[in-house]
């Protein structure tokens, strides 16, 4: 059974930057691109970031493109969302999610939990 | 990447047939044959139902289907049962290895 949790949400200072984490159980991990995905509480959701299998490729939203960066330590069976920047309007749950495929993001099939991101002052 | 149109909510009583739209762009939904559809109940992950348009993922019943017509893709369920009043989120591929989402879509079960 698939299982994706992840950690590292919290509050932050607008500016401020904060790593999320996402381990991945029950799947070879490197065998599949990831995403994160966000959702504001009552609202929907939006692809953030997404990285290929071997974690050579990397891709984002126009909204995080400069202030986020993804990456994969497939030794560790980890995904990452490094943040900074933080603006209000990140605020939000971050989910970790699996793309059905090595490199091609063309739809996620797993998810986390989600862990919360609240960015204020 | 604006996000996909679906309409705030939707409802049914139980045993009827009850249809989502999800509108995108020649760029997104009407451009690939990529996408897919999520449930989600509340305080809990989405689940996916429906991908690559039409297809089910194992163990989704069938009374789930999608379809797809231009710039507007459709999620129908039918036979509605109690459980399946949630949230419905529709995503479609929107080339470069980026994804969009949908809105969401509140189903109540009448």
């Known amino acids: 059974e698939v299982q994706l949790l992840e950690s590292g949400g919290g509050l932050v200072q607008p500016g401020g930057s904060l790593r999320l984490s996402c381990a991945a159980s029950?799947?070879?991990?490197?065998?599949?691109?990831m995403s994160w995905v966000r959702q504001v509480p009552g609202k929907g959701l939006e692809w953030v970031s997404g990285i290929s299998g071997g974690g050579a490729d990397t891709y984002y939203a126009d909204s995080v493109k400069g202030r986020f960066s993804i990456s994969r330590d497939n030794s560790k069976n980890t995904l990452y969302l490094q943040m900074s920047g933080l603006r209000a309007e990140d605020t939000a749950v971050y989910y970790c999610?699996?793309?059905?495929?090595?490199?091609?993001?063309?739809?996620?099939?797993?998810w986390g939990q989600g862990t919360p991101v609240t960015v204020s002052s | 990447q604006s996000a996909l149109t679906q309409p705030p909510s939707a409802s049914g009583s139980p045993g009827q047939s009850v249809t989502i739209s999800c509108t995108g762009t020649?760029?997104?939904?009407?451009?690939?044959?990529?996408v897919s559809w999520y449930q989600q109940h509340p305080g809990k992950a989405p689940k996916l139902i429906i991908y690559?348009?039409?297809k089910r993922p194992s163990g989704v019943p069938g009374r789930f289907s999608g379809s797809k017509s231009g710039n507007t893709a459709s999620l129908t369920v039918s036979g509605l049962q109690a459980e399946d009043e949630a949230d419905y989120f529709c995503s479609s591929y929107a080339g470069s290895n980026t994804l969009v989402f949908g809105g969401g879509t509140k189903l109540t079960v009448l």
């Open positions: 020649s760029s997104d939904v009407g451009g690939y044959n990529y």
């Open positions: 690559e348009v039409s």
């Open positions: 999610a699996k793309v059905p495929s090595y490199y091609d993001i063309l739809t996620v099939d797993y």
């Open positions: 029950g799947l070879s991990f490197s065998n599949y691109a």
